[in-house]
């Protein structure tokens, strides 16, 4: 299985070059079951293909992130849960966070945060403009964008969330990014079709290259 996802991501653009201090992403929402944990596991996995050093850290305290790592090992060896090992970008897997002051220690250790938004449905896009609250107490922390998880796009529910969720987007001045179908789960134990090399595409572009760049 990984040695067929290796072999879609094509040798020249996989980064291979080791940096200091690592890019810190936090994969964050309020509400419980939103994808947080799906996300970072799928994420981190596909910018391990493409080459970089990902430190997975497990925040929440049901660890379910760390049970999956453990259990389905995906073999790769720059991906990392958890330790203190050298690494080009950390990603934060959160535990729902309905309490502003942790949700600010999570911000305040990240460069950026990317918010995933299960459906989109009612409870996921209206727990939002309290989370961009917490966001704007936080100067350096920057929203790489909103990430519909779970999307049905015949629901006419997602088609009406997906239009609220866009318009709260552009009134914060942010976007969101390609829907993740409801075909991304964990449980799959693998990340064939890779439902997130969309989103570490745009995470490598926004967040990683920027500082490659800048240290070369
Ligand atoms: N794109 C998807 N398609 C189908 N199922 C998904 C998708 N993303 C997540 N799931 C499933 O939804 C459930 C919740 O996902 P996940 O554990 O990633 O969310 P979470 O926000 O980390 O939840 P928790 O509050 O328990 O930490 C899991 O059973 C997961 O397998
Ligand atoms: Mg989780």
């Not at 799906?38 to 925040?59: C, H, K, N, P």
């Not at 009134?171 to 969309?198: C, F, Q, W």
């Amino acid at each position: 299985m990984t040695t067929l996802v290796e072999a879609a991501v094509p040798a020249k653009n996989r980064h291979t070059r080791k940096r200091s201090a690592p890019v810190v992403v936090a994969v964050l929402h309020p509400k419980g079951g939103v994808g947080r944990s799906t996300t970072v596991w799928q994420l981190g996995a596909e910018l391990a293909l493409r080459g970089y050093s990902v430190r997975i850290e497990d925040l929440d305290q049901g660890a379910h992130l760390s049970r999956v790592f453990d259990a389905y090992p995906l073999g790769l060896d720059n991906l990392y849960l958890g330790g203190d090992a050298p690494a080009d970008v950390v990603l934060l897997d959160t535990a729902p966070e309905a309490q502003e002051r942790r949700a600010l220690d999570y911000l305040r250790r990240s460069d950026w945060v990317l918010v995933p938004v299960k459906g989109p449905e009612i409870d996921s896009v209206q727990a939002l403009p309290m989370l961009m609250g917490w966001i704007t107490q936080v100067p350096g922390v920057r929203l790489i964008g909103f990430l519909p998880t779970m999307h049905k796009q015949r629901r006419a529910s997602s088609k009406y969330w997906l239009g609220q969720l866009k318009r709260l987007a552009a009134e914060h001045g942010t976007r969101v990014l390609p829907p993740i179908n409801d075909m991304a789960s964990i449980a799959d134990k693998s990340i064939a079709g890779h439902p997130y090399a969309g989103v570490a595409e745009e995470v490598r572009g926004l967040c990683l290259e920027p500082v490659r760049r800048s240290r070369t």
